[in-house]
């Protein structure tokens, strides 16, 4: 009776042990198939292949221990720990899956207090400017050998994705797949990356795309590049082209297509226009009109033409001028011109009949000059580069004068040195390229180079008055001279009052440690070792001391 007890004993033994494997391998089938349509979220073969396993496994443990199957789901019995080793199935496959909805939800969350991984409030500023209805793309392009570039990227793209509510979509495309998309982008890089609007049907609006300079601060490259782009759908400037030789379809060295294309670049705007035109029609420039260039001038303005002007600037418009010395009767801005005139009574603005010869400060002759010194008071004296000043071939003196209206704010930008002096013999001086200090005739220096007028307590109306037209030629900007670009740019800014440039400023990390990105490759091996095999092995450890505490 004994053995037969026993043996009866060791039967019960198997079956429960039969039951529990079955158990395991139901349970096991069941989260590979959550996990599965949680991934791929259709019912994949595997997904199928694993709820079957799942179900007979489940079925089989019920049919060979129902009694430890009934036991184990009432949780009245916990032989052995069964409960336990299921419980830690169950939460491994919970923490499974919540890492899949969370990773597929891109949910993005900083918990540093620098605020390393989230846009700035300049950002948003800019954002904040994109037209209502209207979503902006960010287009990268990246070939099938850049993928890891692109994951790196994508970490800090995606932020502008998800931190405004889908107003910003990230959009991946291979040139190798699509080169005409490419090409109508104007792509000549890999990793190169382009902002855009989208038109009412989602696709891009390539009447409203710029280029994302790649430089060393990602955040501030790709909103420069939005600014610019948003710029460009409301900011313009006019080139009057009445009477000069610096024209923005010139090409040559003599012509200023280069200052065109770096407007245009930096999301504004040209447009060529006629002020002869303009007065003989009796029109007006047009509204839209952000900054009217005067470049150069050869001959002196009419009355029609100055009539023109004094209209726009009354309606608080913004007037760019370059004047060259010129010996040449009736000739653009002479010193007792109409003109000349207006912008003294309006502005106190002075144009003088001269050239600054500057000794100290030239560059191949007394005549080539750069500036001896440049005023930060002002944004555009403050935005030139350090060390890259403006080149300036024969400039003429021009001056910022106290008489002027109560309503204007005027000053200097630009100087020449003590040293210099102002050359009033231009007959001599332009026939014979000779010229000397003359005590009764010539002024001493310094003289002013570039000035600035603003009545901002009146219209409204800017003016800057820069006394060279030749620095903004293309051989002078091709030369690599970066003051000359950045002088007639930032001028352009502020005229037009869209000098905000983003300056995202310094921000503290208490942490002083560096920022670190990882591919998504290393991510999901990250995901992978801590949700998987990290528990995993855990539960292995746990399986085999139940089976040891059970059947040894």
């Given at each position: 009776?004994?053995?037969?007890?026993?043996?009866?004993?060791?039967?019960?033994?198997?079956?429960?042990?039969?039951?529990?494997?079955?158990?395991?391998?139901?349970?096991?089938?069941?989260?590979?198939?959550?996990?599965?349509?949680?991934?791929?979220?259709?019912?994949?073969?595997?997904?199928?292949?694993?709820?079957?396993?799942?179900?007979?496994?489940?079925?089989?443990?019920?049919?060979?221990?129902?009694?430890?199957?009934?036991?184990?789901?009432?949780?009245?019995?916990?032989?052995?720990?069964?409960?336990?080793?299921?419980?830690?199935?169950?939460?491994?496959?919970?923490?499974?899956?919540?890492?899949?909805?969370?990773?597929?939800?891109?949910?993005?969350?900083?918990?540093?207090?620098?605020?390393?991984?989230?846009?700035?409030?300049?950002?948003?500023?800019?954002?904040?400017?994109?037209?209502?209805?209207?979503?902006?793309?960010?287009?990268?392009?990246?070939?099938?050998?850049?993928?890891?570039?692109?994951?790196?990227?994508?970490?800090?793209?995606?932020?502008?994705?998800?931190?405004?509510?889908?107003?910003?979509?990230?959009?991946?495309?291979?040139?190798?797949?699509?080169?005409?998309?490419?090409?109508?982008?104007?792509?000549?890089?890999?990793?190169?990356?382009?902002?855009?609007?989208?038109?009412?049907?989602?696709?891009?609006?390539?009447?409203?795309?710029?280029?994302?300079?790649?430089?060393?601060?990602?955040?501030?490259?790709?909103?420069?590049?939005?600014?610019?782009?948003?710029?460009?759908?409301?900011?313009?400037?006019?080139?009057?082209?009445?009477?000069?030789?610096?024209?923005?379809?010139?090409?040559?060295?003599?012509?200023?297509?280069?200052?065109?294309?770096?407007?245009?670049?930096?999301?504004?705007?040209?447009?060529?226009?006629?002020?002869?035109?303009?007065?003989?029609?009796?029109?007006?420039?047009?509204?839209?009109?952000?900054?009217?260039?005067?470049?150069?001038?050869?001959?002196?303005?009419?009355?029609?033409?100055?009539?023109?002007?004094?209209?726009?600037?009354?309606?608080?418009?913004?007037?760019?001028?370059?004047?060259?010395?010129?010996?040449?009767?009736?000739?653009?801005?002479?010193?007792?011109?109409?003109?000349?005139?207006?912008?003294?009574?309006?502005?106190?603005?002075?144009?003088?009949?001269?050239?600054?010869?500057?000794?100290?400060?030239?560059?191949?002759?007394?005549?080539?000059?750069?500036?001896?010194?440049?005023?930060?008071?002002?944004?555009?004296?403050?935005?030139?580069?350090?060390?890259?000043?403006?080149?300036?071939?024969?400039?003429?003196?021009?001056?910022?004068?106290?008489?002027?209206?109560?309503?204007?704010?005027?000053?200097?930008?630009?100087?020449?040195?003590?040293?210099?002096?102002?050359?009033?013999?231009?007959?001599?001086?332009?026939?014979?390229?000779?010229?000397?200090?003359?005590?009764?005739?010539?002024?001493?220096?310094?003289?002013?180079?570039?000035?600035?007028?603003?009545?901002?307590?009146?219209?409204?109306?800017?003016?800057?008055?820069?006394?060279?037209?030749?620095?903004?030629?293309?051989?002078?900007?091709?030369?690599?001279?970066?003051?000359?670009?950045?002088l007639f740019t930032e001028s352009i800014r502020w005229l037009s009052g869209r000098e905000d440039s983003i300056n995202?400023?310094?921000?503290?990390?208490?942490?002083?440690?560096?920022?670190?990105?990882?591919?998504?490759?290393?991510?999901?091996?990250?995901?992978?070792?801590?949700?998987?095999?990290?528990?995993?092995?855990?539960?292995?450890?746990?399986?085999?001391?139940?089976?040891?505490?059970?059947?040894?």
């Amino acid at each position: 009776m004994a053995n037969t007890a026993s043996q009866q004993q060791g039967v019960t033994l198997g079956r429960s042990a039969v039951g529990s494997v079955f158990g395991f391998i139901g349970l096991a089938g069941l989260l590979v198939a959550i996990i599965s349509f949680a991934w791929t979220v259709t019912i994949a073969p595997i997904t199928l292949i694993a709820l079957i396993v799942g179900l007979v496994g489940l079925v089989a443990w019920a049919a060979v221990a129902p009694k430890d199957f009934v036991a184990t789901l009432t949780g009245k019995q916990a032989r052995h720990g069964t409960v336990s080793v299921f419980a830690s199935l169950l939460l491994l496959g919970i923490v499974v899956l919540s890492y899949i909805i969370i990773a597929r939800a891109n949910i993005a969350i900083d918990t540093t207090l620098s605020r390393t991984f989230s846009l700035t409030d300049a950002t948003f500023d800019v954002l904040d400017r994109i037209p209502e209805g209207r979503t902006l793309q960010i287009t990268g392009f990246y070939t099938s050998d850049a993928l890891e570039e692109r994951a790196l990227d994508d970490q800090f793209l995606r932020q502008y994705e998800l931190q405004t509510s889908g107003r910003v979509v990230v959009e991946y495309i291979n040139p190798q797949e699509q080169p005409a998309v490419a090409q109508r982008f104007g792509v000549i890089q890999n990793g190169q990356l382009f902002v855009s609007l989208l038109d009412e049907n989602g696709n891009v609006d390539f009447n409203a795309v710029a280029a994302v300079p790649r430089e060393n601060k990602q955040e501030r490259d790709i909103t420069n590049a939005i600014l610019s782009l948003l710029n460009q759908q409301v900011l313009k400037v006019y080139f009057a082209q009445d009477r000069t030789s610096l024209s923005i379809f010139d090409e040559t060295a003599s012509g200023i297509t280069l200052m065109d294309n770096g407007l245009r670049f930096n999301g504004i705007q040209t447009e060529a226009i006629s002020l002869q035109q303009l007065a003989a029609a009796g029109e007006a420039i047009p509204e839209d009109a952000a900054t009217l260039v005067l470049p150069r001038p050869r001959l002196a303005l009419g009355e029609p033409e100055l009539a023109v002007i004094d209209d726009y600037l009354q309606r608080g418009g913004s007037l760019l001028v370059l004047a060259d010395a010129t010996s040449n009767e009736n000739s653009f801005l002479q010193q007792e011109s109409a003109f000349n005139a207006y912008l003294t009574e309006n502005y106190g603005l002075v144009a003088f009949d001269g050239v600054v010869v500057d000794p100290p400060m030239q560059v191949e002759t007394p005549l080539d000059i750069i500036p001896a010194a440049i005023f930060g008071e002002h944004p555009t004296g403050a935005a030139i580069p350090q060390g890259q000043d403006p080149f300036f071939r024969i400039a003429r003196p021009v001056l910022a004068s106290e008489q002027k209206p109560e309503t204007v704010a005027n000053g200097r930008i630009m100087s020449s040195s003590q040293q210099s002096y102002i050359e009033r013999d231009l007959e001599t001086l332009f026939t014979t390229n000779e010229f000397a200090f003359d005590e009764e005739t010539d002024l001493t220096g310094p003289a002013d180079l570039v000035v600035w007028a603003w009545d901002e307590q009146g219209n409204g109306s800017k003016v800057i008055l820069i006394g060279d037209g030749d620095f903004v030629r293309n051989r002078n900007i091709d030369s690599g001279t970066v003051g000359n670009a950045a002088l007639f740019t930032e001028s352009i800014r502020w005229l037009s009052g869209r000098e905000d440039s983003i300056n995202f400023g310094f921000v503290a990390n208490p942490s002083g440690l560096p920022v670190l990105f990882v591919s998504g490759g290393n991510l999901d091996l990250i995901g992978i070792f801590t949700v998987a095999i990290v528990p995993l092995a855990v539960l292995f450890i746990g399986i085999i001391v139940w089976y040891r505490r059970t059947f040894a």
